[in-house]
């Protein structure tokens, strides 16, 4: 794939609605086994969605990483294994009370779920679509 057309697949993806970017996530990370998130000196970088804290992740490196701007324009994107999200990083965001904002982009948070939630996606049989 030339870089124009992976820019132009990424520029669509990202122009998805959350639903479609959610089942994208899915499918990604099933065939790759990890999961994206963003990292600063501080740890794993958070928002705050309404009342709740949400740890963000993202399908793909170039996905965190294009998020990595303005106050978070020095955050490194960090690929976690599938195998540890699910024997580290779901006990420890429901043990603290973290959703998950999932595929955020520029124009909205994303999907946001109960880590019990998405692990259970993450796992379940790929739908053919």
Known sequence: MTRANAT??????????????????????????????????????????????CVPVWPTREFAQAWATGDWEGCTPKAIPASDWFSRWTPGLEEDD????????????????????????LKAPKKKY
């Open 8 to 53: 132009e697949e990424h520029d669509v993806i990202l122009g998805l609605g959350a639903k479609k970017r959610l089942a994208f996530m899915f499918e990604t990370v099933q065939q790759y086994k990890q999961v994206w998130i963003l990292n600063d000196d501080d740890g794993c970088v958070m928002l705050t969605n309404e009342d709740d804290d």
């Open 98 to 121: 973290l959703l998950i904002a999932v595929f955020p982009t520029e124009e909205d948070d994303g999907t946001i779920l109960f880590p019990d939630e998405f692990e259970r996606q």
